[in-house]
C-alpha cells in the first residue's frame, strides 16, 4: 500500500532563518507530489506542484522554493523565512490516472 | 480550474442526515467532482467522487444534479467525528492540467450533540 510521510512535524524558527520540510512517497512509482499551505482560519493554498523529477511548478511567488531531486522526494525550502511564512504545510500525492489526492499528516511552522 | 461554491457553514444534529451543497455551473465535462474533508490540524483526507452518476462509498453519498451543475454530499447520520470542513472540488481528468487542483475555502460543519 502507498503512505506517505512528511516531517519536521513541528518546526519554530526565527525570522531570517532557512526552512526545509521533506515528503517521501512510498509504494507508488511517478507520483504527481504537491506542496499546501494553510495560515491560522483559512483555506488550503497551493504552493507547488510536481509531475517528475526536476519538474516544479509554482503557483505563488514568494520566498519559497521546491525541489524534486528523486522520483518520490518532494522537499519546500525557504532561505530566509518571514513572518508570514506561519502555517500548516501539507505534502500531498495523486496517481496520474487516479484522481484522488493523499496528503501527509502537514507540519506546522511557526516563525517569531 | 473550474470554480466552485459552498456555504461558509452549516450546522446538523447527531444522528440526524446533512445534506451538503456544492454549485459548480461552469463545469466542463471531463470534470470529476470530488469531495475532501478536512478534521481540525489534520490534512483533508478524500471522501466520495463522481463525474455523472450518484454514487455511493462507506463514507458517504454523492448527489449530481442532470445538468451537473450542482452536487451534493450526504452524510446519512452525522456523528461527533463528521465536524470538519467540507471541500468540494473539480478534477479535470482529460490530460493536461489534471494535476493542479486547487481548494476553496469548503464548509465548516458543526454537529451538535
Known amino acids: 500500500s502507498q503512505t506517505i510521510h512528511q516531517w519536521p512535524a513541528t518546526l519554530v524558527q526565527p525570522v531570517g532563518s532557512p526552512l526545509s520540510l521533506e515528503c517521501t512517497v512510498e509504494?507508488?512509482?511517478?507520483?504527481?507530489l504537491y506542496w499546501y499551505r494553510q495560515a491560522a482560519g483559512r483555506g488550503l493554498q497551493l504552493l507547488f506542484y510536481?509531475?517528475?523529477?526536476?519538474?516544479i511548478s509554482s503557483e505563488v511567488p514568494q520566498n519559497l522554493s521546491a525541489s524534486r531531486p528523486q522520483d518520490r522526494q518532494f522537499i519546500l525550502s525557504s532561505k530566509k523565512l518571514l513572518l508570514s511564512d506561519s502555517g500548516f504545510y501539507l505534502c500531498?500525492?495523486?496517481?496520474?490516472?487516479?484522481?484522488?489526492?493523499?496528503f501527509g499528516e502537514g507540519s506546522r511552522l511557526t516563525v517569531l | 480550474d473550474a470554480k466552485t461554491t459552498q456555504p461558509n457553514s452549516m450546522e446538523s444534529n447527531e444522528e440526524e442526515p446533512v445534506h451538503l451543497p456544492c454549485n459548480h455551473s461552469?463545469?466542463?465535462?471531463?470534470?470529476?467532482i470530488h469531495w475532501y474533508r478536512q478534521l481540525p490540524s489534520q490534512g483533508p483526507e478524500y471522501v466520495i467522487h463522481?463525474?455523472?452518476s450518484n454514487v455511493n462509498n462507506r463514507m458517504a453519498s454523492l448527489a449530481i444534479a442532470e445538468d451537473r451543475k450542482s452536487s451534493t454530499l450526504i452524510l446519512h447520520r452525522a456523528t461527533l467525528r463528521d465536524a470538519a470542513v467540507y471541500y468540494c472540488?473539480?478534477?479535470?481528468?482529460?490530460?493536461?492540467?489534471?494535476?493542479?487542483?486547487?481548494f476553496g475555502k469548503g464548509t465548516l460543519l458543526t454537529v451538535n450533540p
Open positions: 472540488i473539480l478534477r479535470d481528468n482529460s490530460g493536461g492540467s489534471n494535476y493542479k487542483l486547487t
Open positions: 463522481g463525474l455523472t
Open positions: 509504494g507508488t512509482s511517478n507520483p504527481n
Open positions: 510536481s509531475v517528475g523529477i526536476g519538474q
Open positions: 500531498a500525492w495523486s496517481p496520474w490516472t487516479v484522481g484522488e489526492l493523499f
Open positions: 461552469t463545469i466542463s465535462g471531463t470534470d470529476y
